[in-house]
């Protein structure tokens, strides 16, 4: 009893210190060190490291291979880096200073303490009794903003958690696809994946819709060069942000109106969504009662009442679950002014480029649609491919 006696005044002690935006770790995030008033400060020799994961993933890396670029530089690990200043062995592994693991990469990719922000009661201990944390729900958290200097800035971490989302993968011949992760076919919404052909004249890059690769779906190829997309798509980023950087103003009200209809577009859809999830959800309820009232009566046997409960039950959780996503999603739609800022900050760091590379491609566009093609009567083949961009979606310029 004395002990969990303790360990609750402990924890009332912690909560008090936790609420009133302290933090209640001695050891700040990898890329910090704290001074002796408790305050985060940019530790000079990991921040550029952590600066590093972050442009590697903009640049369409995974976690895995993040890592294994880390361990080829001869980066000390963060356990390393500890041991070398403290003396500590908690996370050091002799033999191994420069050997990153993915999961240290990852947690560097999902903290959000990079962009300035104190995030206190990210794990808890179920009971005194026991020593390992688990770890808390965001909505148990408390996150105090601008607590301290960024490394990341919101926009780039954002960014990279929607990236993570797409789970990219490196193809056949260990590299992630320029485009891979964000190009979807038009016609069956499948990931479109990337295939290279050879022959005694030629060499072919390019990518093919995902189902028609594996004959899961009935769709066509919707085939398209890598050079050709590449150059289609190069071509629209210059056109918007070279009329971004001319015409700012008008820009951002462009931007703010076809933002705002889209979100009016795509909110009607979620809202009908939602409608027929929860007519759904009650139809299923109804038939839950005829079905007990049934089983009562003996009209229906306890083998098939069980039979037919069970499935209905399943139908009806993942509606619920469905429901409270599109809800979610309508709860957090942003205003269509914060969305055009956001694009125009990336169009501002951006100004000039020669090149189409991955990071300038995942921080600019979000994904990329590819139709079938066509032909007109000369036989002259067409395809059209529709850009949508990091936070305001596709962006029509005036003619």
């Known amino acids: 009893m004395a002990g969990e006696r303790y360990e609750q005044e402990n924890q009332a002690v912690k909560r008090s210190k936790g609420m009133s935006g302290k933090p209640i770790t001695s050891k700040p995030v990898y890329g910090y060190l704290m ?49 070398r200043r403290t003396g500590s062995t908690r996370r ?15 947690h560097i990719l999902e903290n959000r303490e990079y962009t300035g922000c104190l995030v206190n009661f990210k794990t808890e201990k179920l009971s005194y009794k026991v020593k390992h944390s688990v770890e808390n729900p965001l909505e148990k958290q408390v996150i105090f903003e601008n607590h301290h200097e960024p490394i990341i800035d919101t926009q780039t971490w954002e960014r990279v958690q929607e990236l993570r989302k797409q789970r990219k993968r490196p193809n056949r011949y260990d590299e ?69 950087a001319k015409h700012e103003a008008r820009f951002m009200k462009l931007l703010i109106e076809q933002n705002e209809d889209g979100g009016k577009r795509r909110n009607a859809a979620k809202k009908k969504e939602l409608e027929a999830a929860e007519k759904r959800i009650a139809e299923l309820s109804a038939i839950f009662k005829r079905l007990y009232e049934d089983s009562v009566t003996g009209r229906i046997s306890d083998e098939r009442f069980t039979e037919l409960s069970a499935d209905y039950e399943a139908e009806q959780r993942e509606l619920k679950e469905r429901a409270a996503a599109i809800q979610a999603e ?3 739609a942003q205003e269509a002014t914060v969305n055009a800022e956001k694009f125009m900050n990336v169009v501002r760091r951006h100004t000039s480029f020669e090149e189409l590379t991955p990071t300038l491609l995942r921080e600019f566009v979000e994904k990329i649609v590819v139709y079938e093609c066509s032909y007109d009567e000369n036989k002259t083949r067409r395809q059209d491919i529709e850009i949508y961009y990091s936070f305001v979606g596709k962006v029509d310029l005036p003619e």
Request: proline share 4%; aromatic share 10%; with cysteine.
């Open 35 to 83: 001074d002796e008033d408790e305050n985060f400060i940019i530790d000079e020799e990991a921040a550029p490291v952590v600066k590093q994961i972050y442009n590697l993933c903009l640049a369409g890396n995974g976690p895995t291979k993040i890592a294994r670029m880390l361990t080829e530089q001869q980066i000390p690990t963060p356990g390393t880096l500890e041991y």
């Open 176 to 244: 992630v696809g320029l485009f891979s992760g964000i190009l979807f076919c038009a016609d069956c919404g499948s990931v479109m994946y990337q295939q290279r052909y050879q022959t005694d004249k030629r060499k072919q890059d390019c990518y093919i819709c995902g189902n028609y690769k594996k004959r899961t779906h009935d769709c066509t190829a919707h085939f398209i060069r890598t050079d050709l997309l590449t150059a289609g798509v190069l071509s629209n980023l210059r056109k918007v942000t070279s009329y971004a």
């Open 92 to 106: 050091y592994h002799p033999g191994y200073e420069c050997k990153w693991a993915t999961n240290t990469v990852v």
């Open 330 to 332: 309508l709860s957090k």
